[in-house]
């Protein structure tokens, strides 16, 4: 794969985390390319670093050494503020725990990266609405986290995350919280998603989302110890 | 968008916002308060001696602040040299003495007498700035020294003395200079009759006082040298009273020549320590205000770690939040501003009215006034300090490791 096709690329990076103890390697050497519209799984062990990965995808924190290549940005050669200005614009996240700002509305929580991206307002509404449609739930805007179920929150959560058209979507477990049957509505939503052309970077532990995933990286260690293709 | 969330935030925790808010206002209240203490004598001071409306005052050596046995004799002569010095618009003498009075009918009648004491300001009513006339009316301009042609000398009294003596306008007293010891009324008595009743601006509170053209007082008192116990001068436009003060010094050296301005700043002085009083408990009400909100920011801000670490993932940059959490410290100290000048409008008032029913002060100084610099001063303090203490909460805030705590979150 060429690195200018890639949406995010891994170039060497290594991330260790400093402890009284002594640092604690959570990745070593990694290097890898996610190309546009590329659907890709992490999974291993809790602990192996897939997290780290997704953090260092996202620009949320930089490798200790090598690089990470986001849209043709190093990451770390970027101050705190474009590097903000790249998380709003070019990359959604979904989380385990939803993160649902709680004393917003459903609809205020897809339209809060909107509103930070100074969209103009007309746009940005039209835009949250159609949102919360594609996500099945035009009719629940009005309703604050609490009055959500746990899938629901997450496809409010998802909404979000698509707001500001992101190049990339990074999920962290995004079925984790969720039983099964409410995990396979999130599941097809992520997997229709990447049939409508969303780059999508998924951590999990469960085999079967990581099944419709394109392809699946093994890590163990902080290394990639196996990479297998569907 | 910040001020949104802000809002939104203060709105969720209703309970503790509206604690800090009360905590706020309590302190704002103070803080108001101390704003009015610190300049009110001073206001209320320069407030009376701008309504009386002279700029000097010429007494007789020793004399200060003010002394009926020291007298400087030829008042209205001396009154005349002084408005024709350069620089001077006009001049007056003013004499006060004590006299004492009794209702008419009190002397005809078989009961013991018992005569009042008042304090007596010889004024020309035309130009008098000393009273305002509350019920009744005020003395006729026209000739002094000897008694009217109905033979009954016009009179203004206070509310005190009116009261004592049972007198309303249009009523007859007697009175006289003299007690007379054997009977307790006034010794060969002449008659007033009371044109109106008038508010004193410098009485104290227990302070019975009348003013009569200074002619008639001058009679009643037996006094036929005019008397005057000191000139009231206005500078004309333009005029030094530094150049008349040394003009009169060396026509009257017997005499002290003060500037009100300059008495006014000597009295200033004098009540500096109502200014540290205030600037204290001030400073001790900003305290508390930066403490109430530092402490609530600081937890609430931990407290909401993840919903930054959130914000910060999803694209708000480091200043946004920061701004966040200071809108929401000004947001606090703003909703405690209303409620905490209403309390301390409210304390001051009461506080006001004990501290000016003390003996021996003049009825219209105020300790706690209203000026439009104490309420700015007190909402820019307010606004400032709280925002300020927002300070350390969001730095905090802005340094919060994302990815860290997203983890800690998860886990």
């Known amino acids: ?230 | 968008m910040i001020a949104f969330l802000a809002r939104r935030n203060l709105v969720r925790q209703r309970a503790r916002t509206l604690l800090c808010v009360l905590g706020l206002a309590v302190s704002t209240a103070l803080l108001y308060d101390m704003a009015l203490l610190s300049s009110g004598l001073k206001a209320s001071l320069t407030r009376v001696l701008d309504a009386i409306g002279y700029d000097l005052r010429v007494l007789p050596s020793g004399g200060l602040p003010f002394s009926s046995d020291a007298v400087l004799p030829g008042g209205h002569a001396l009154a005349a040299e002084l408005a024709a010095l350069p620089g001077v618009a006009e001049a007056e003498p003013l004499w006060a003495t004590t006299l004492y009075l009794e209702p008419r009918a009190a002397a005809a009648a078989a009961a013991p007498r018992r005569a009042v004491s008042a304090f007596a300001l010889g004024l020309a009513p035309e130009r008098q700035t000393m009273y305002r006339i509350e019920r009744g009316a005020g003395i006729p301009p026209g000739a002094t020294g000897s008694p009217a042609a109905s033979g009954v000398t016009p009179v203004v009294l206070n509310a005190l003395a009116a009261q004592a003596l049972g007198a309303a306008p249009g009523d007859t007293l007697l009175v006289s200079a003299t007690l007379d010891a054997v009977s307790g009324g006034a010794l060969r008595p002449e008659r007033l009759r009371v044109a109106g009743i008038g508010e004193f601006r410098f009485d104290m509170r227990t302070q019975r006082s009348l003013s009569l053209r200074p002619g008639d007082l001058a009679r009643i008192a037996g006094r036929g040298d005019d008397p005057a116990s000191f000139l009231l001068g206005k500078l004309a436009p333009g005029g030094s009273a530094r150049t008349v003060a040394a003009r009169w010094a060396a026509l009257h050296p017997e005499t002290e020549f003060h500037e009100v301005s300059e008495m006014l700043a000597q009295v200033r002085g004098q009540l500096s320590y109502f200014q540290q009083f205030s600037l204290i408990l001030g400073t001790v009400s900003l305290l508390v205000t930066f403490l109430l909100v530092l402490t609530l920011q600081t937890l609430a801000v931990n407290e909401r770690q993840g919903e930054i670490a959130i914000l910060r993932a999803l694209g708000l940059r480091a200043p946004r939040v920061v701004g966040l959490v200071l809108i929401e410290g000004f947001a606090l100290a703003a909703l405690a501003l209303g409620p905490g000048i209403l309390l301390g409008a409210v304390a001051a008032r009461g506080l006001d009215a004990i501290l000016t029913s003390s003996p021996g002060l003049p009825v219209g100084l105020s300790f706690f006034v209203f000026t439009p610099g104490a309420l700015v001063r007190t909402v820019g303090l307010v606004l400032v300090t709280a925002t300020l203490a927002g300070a350390y909460p969001a730095w905090l805030a802005a340094r919060t490791n994302v990815a860290l705590t997203l983890h800690r979150e998860v886990t």
Request: proline share 5%; aromatic share 4%; charged share 25%.
């Open chain 1, 1 to 230: 794969m060429k690195g200018s096709e890639a949406v995010v690329e891994a170039r060497h990076a290594t991330k260790l985390y400093p402890m009284p103890a002594g640092d604690v390697r959570a990745l070593t050497d990694i290097s890898l390319a996610v190309a546009a519209g590329d659907y890709l799984a992490l999974m291993g062990p809790s602990g192996c670093g897939k997290s780290t990965l997704l953090n260092l995808f996202g620009a949320v924190d930089l490798p200790t050494s090598g690089s990470i290549v986001l849209e043709g940005e190093d990451t770390g050669a970027l101050g705190d503020g474009a590097r903000t200005a790249l998380r709003l614009t070019r990359v959604g996240f979904v989380f385990q725990r939803f993160f649902l700002l709680p004393m917003l509305s459903a609809y205020e929580n897809v339209l809060l990266p909107m509103l930070e991206a100074r969209m103009p307002r007309a746009e940005r509404e039209a835009r949250a609405h159609e949102l919360l449609d594609y996500v099945g739930l035009a009719n629940r805007g009005d309703h604050r986290p609490a009055q959500l179920s746990g899938g629901e929150m997450q496809r409010v959560a998802i909404a979000r995350a698509l707001a500001n058209r992101p190049r990339l979507l990074l999920a962290d477990e995004p079925t984790g919280e969720l039983d099964e049957a409410t995990g396979d509505v999130i599941a097809r939503l992520l997997a229709r998603l990447s049939a409508d052309g969303v780059t999508i970077v998924l951590v999990t532990h469960n085999p079967a989302l990581a099944a419709q995933a394109r392809r699946t990286l093994h890590l163990r260690d902080g290394r990639i110890v196996e990479e297998t293709y569907s």
